[in-house]
């Protein structure tokens, strides 16, 4: 068998087969933005990137779906608190994530969409969901109505008697059943909203995504990924929504990444019980945080800690003492020759980082993986740092080379390994700005006031520049 993947609905791995051969659409529940993004969101985006990378690699075109919901009531408030725009909160946060995500090396959404331009196809579907009786109108807003779509829990294995057992109505709320869910809400004054069918208001939560996911990928989705928080009620409203649209099965594959946890609690913007990404950059190196959190299992919890990364950044020293052995040994050699004319002690070498290769795909073909995954390139750097030692032979260097080519093709499915694997830069070739920071930051370390040298380090690697402390000095890699 092929790629397998483990889908929450069915609760069973299953082979992966897309709807359109050779392509493959994915979704990504991305951010709302009334807050600058924590560690915890760019878990689930690490992981869902990692996903995407790995599909590419094994040749899939891929089409990844990444929304922004950047309208809902938290950003309202946060806006009155601020005294601004709402479009100015959410155009901020989405502005910082888009930076942490650039230095954790999270590759762009083919599209990242925001529900505000897309509010005429969710005025649309909301009058398909009328037409279908699946929607009433009461006080003001609109709901989805429950009990007209009896499936409903099928994704959480929630029992929908269970359910309604323990819902409550909100004040201000006029559903006929607790469960009903809001398609649209009616403005109050002062609010942001649209002209709709049903007066000014705005879009309810889980309507913009199944309006943007079969937009950009179809009635029917390969993928659709998230963290596992959001299987109920947001996930499972959206199969209620689209597949009372539609009347086709909505999502193929539901993948949903574990948490991660701070002292047991998960991290949330709501409870303030969270680390900012900025926090731990300004501590921890973009490939270190990115490496930790593909170092476990992607629908395994996690427990936020920072001796766990530190180990990861120890684990990252390691594979830069590889990269530097190998670079080291070549100097300015340049690999030319095929490894399939190798013979002897090269020849098995090259036949064991070859397995390693394949263990790597076997580790990812199960549900995507990335420890397992992980491990393995760490067992080619192995086979590397033994092999350096070893007597010399024709094809020595070659294999050395091809090796350390297999590391950075390997790491980068994962996206890790970015900044070990640049071009190295001398300090007069870099430009003003960049040299003027790095001059900064070393008179900053040899003040050993390494709060500014930190932050400085955070800058440059902001701006596409890596830094290794050396005891010879600083390398930079672009």
Same mark, same amino acid.
């Given at each position: 068998?092929?790629?397998?993947?483990?889908?929450?609905?069915?609760?069973?791995?299953?082979?992966?087969?897309?709807?359109?051969?050779?392509?493959?659409?994915?979704?990504?529940?991305?951010?709302?933005?009334?807050?600058?993004?924590?560690?915890?969101?760019?878990?689930?985006?690490?992981?869902?990137?990692?996903?995407?990378?790995?599909?590419?690699?094994?040749?899939?075109?891929?089409?990844?779906?990444?929304?922004?919901?950047?309208?809902?009531?938290?950003?309202?408030?946060?806006?009155?608190?601020?005294?601004?725009?709402?479009?100015?909160?959410?155009?901020?946060?989405?502005?910082?994530?888009?930076?942490?995500?650039?230095?954790?090396?999270?590759?762009?959404?083919?599209?990242?969409?925001?529900?505000?331009?897309?509010?005429?196809?969710?005025?649309?579907?909301?009058?398909?969901?009328?037409?279908?009786?699946?929607?009433?109108?009461?006080?003001?807003?609109?709901?989805?109505?429950?009990?007209?779509?009896?499936?409903?829990?099928?994704?959480?294995?929630?029992?929908?008697?269970?359910?309604?057992?323990?819902?409550?109505?909100?004040?201000?709320?006029?559903?006929?059943?607790?469960?009903?869910?809001?398609?649209?809400?009616?403005?109050?004054?002062?609010?942001?909203?649209?002209?709709?069918?049903?007066?000014?208001?705005?879009?309810?939560?889980?309507?913009?995504?199944?309006?943007?996911?079969?937009?950009?990928?179809?009635?029917?989705?390969?993928?659709?990924?998230?963290?596992?928080?959001?299987?109920?009620?947001?996930?499972?409203?959206?199969?209620?929504?689209?597949?009372?649209?539609? !009347? @086709? %099965?909505? $999502?193929?594959?539901?993948?949903?990444?574990?948490?991660?946890? +701070?002292? /047991?609690?998960?991290?949330?913007?709501?409870?303030?019980?969270?680390?900012?990404?900025?926090?731990?950059?300004?501590?921890?190196?973009?490939?270190?945080?990115?490496?930790?959190?593909?170092?476990?299992?992607?629908?395994?919890?996690?427990?936020?800690?920072?001796?766990?990364?530190?180990?990861?950044?120890?684990?990252?020293?390691?594979?830069?003492?590889?990269?530097?052995?190998?670079?080291?040994?070549?100097?300015?050699?340049?690999?030319?020759?095929?490894?399939?004319?190798?013979?002897?002690?090269?020849?098995?070498?090259?036949?064991?980082?070859?397995?390693?290769?394949?263990?790597?795909?076997?580790?990812?073909?199960?549900?995507?993986?990335?420890?397992?995954?992980?491990?393995?390139?760490?067992?080619?750097?192995?086979?590397?740092?033994?092999?350096?030692?070893?007597?010399?032979?024709? !094809? @020595? %260097?070659? $294999?050395?080379?091809?090796?350390?080519?297999?590391?950075?093709? +390997?790491? /980068?499915?994962?996206?890790?390994?970015?900044?070990?694997?640049?071009?190295?830069?001398?300090?007069?070739?870099?430009?003003?700005?960049?040299?003027?920071?790095?001059?900064?930051?070393?008179?900053?370390?040899?003040?050993?006031?390494?709060?500014?040298?930190?932050?400085?380090?955070?800058?440059?690697?902001?701006?596409?520049?890596?830094?290794?402390?050396?005891?010879?000095?600083?390398?930079?890699?672009?």
């Amino acid at each position: 068998m092929g790629l397998v993947i483990y889908d929450t609905f069915d609760a069973e791995k299953k082979e992966f087969i897309p709807v359109k051969q050779g392509h493959v659409g994915i979704y990504m529940c991305g951010m709302t933005v009334q807050d600058r993004p924590h560690v915890g969101h760019m878990l689930a985006f690490v992981c869902g990137d990692m996903i995407r990378r790995y599909l590419e690699y094994r040749g899939y075109e891929v089409t990844y779906i990444q929304n922004f919901t950047d309208i809902d009531d938290k950003i309202i408030a946060r806006a009155n608190a601020e005294g601004v725009d709402y479009q100015v909160i959410a155009e901020r946060n989405i502005k910082e994530y888009f930076k942490y995500a650039d230095m954790l090396n999270i590759k762009r959404a083919t599209v990242h969409p925001k529900a505000t331009e897309h509010i005429k196809e969710i005025i649309e579907m909301i009058g398909v969901l009328f037409s279908k009786g699946l929607a009433y109108e009461a006080g003001g807003d609109v709901y989805f109505e429950i009990s007209k779509f009896p499936s409903y829990g099928k994704l959480s294995k929630k029992n929908l008697e269970d359910l309604q057992a323990g819902a409550r109505v909100e004040v201000g709320e006029h559903k006929r059943s607790p469960l009903d869910f809001v398609l649209w809400k009616g403005a109050k004054e002062g609010e942001p909203y649209w002209e709709s069918p049903w007066g000014k208001g705005r879009p309810g939560w889980s309507i913009e995504c199944s309006v943007m996911s079969m937009k950009y990928l179809g009635e029917t989705i390969d993928i659709h990924a998230g963290g596992e928080d959001l299987i109920f009620p947001h996930h499972e409203n959206e199969i209620a929504q689209s597949e009372g649209a539609t !009347g @086709k %099965k909505f $999502v193929n594959y539901w993948t949903h990444n574990g948490l991660l946890n +701070l002292v /047991g609690e998960k991290m949330s913007k709501s409870t303030g019980h969270f680390f900012a990404i900025e926090d731990i950059v300004s501590e921890f190196e973009p490939d270190v945080i990115r490496f930790y959190l593909l170092s476990s299992h992607y629908r395994s919890p996690m427990e936020f800690s920072r001796e766990r990364l530190a180990e990861s950044r120890a684990a990252v020293g390691r594979m830069a003492n590889t990269f530097r052995s190998v670079e080291a040994y070549l100097g300015d050699y340049k690999p030319k020759g095929s490894v399939e004319d190798l013979t002897g002690k090269d020849a098995e070498f090259w036949k064991r980082i070859c397995h390693r290769e394949d263990l790597f795909r076997q580790a990812m073909d199960d549900d995507f993986n990335s420890a397992g995954a992980i491990a393995q390139i760490f067992e080619i750097a192995r086979e590397i740092n033994l092999y350096i030692s070893a007597p010399e032979t024709s !094809g @020595k %260097k070659l $294999v050395l080379a091809r090796g350390l080519e297999k590391i950075k093709e +390997l790491g /980068g499915v994962l996206g890790l390994f970015k900044s070990l694997g640049g071009e190295i830069i001398r300090l007069e070739e870099l430009p003003q700005d960049v040299r003027e920071l790095v001059e900064e930051r070393a008179k900053a370390r040899k003040a050993k006031d390494w709060a500014t040298a930190d932050s400085i380090r955070t800058q440059l690697a902001s701006m596409g520049y890596h830094l290794e402390d050396r005891p010879e000095g600083t390398i930079i890699r672009k």
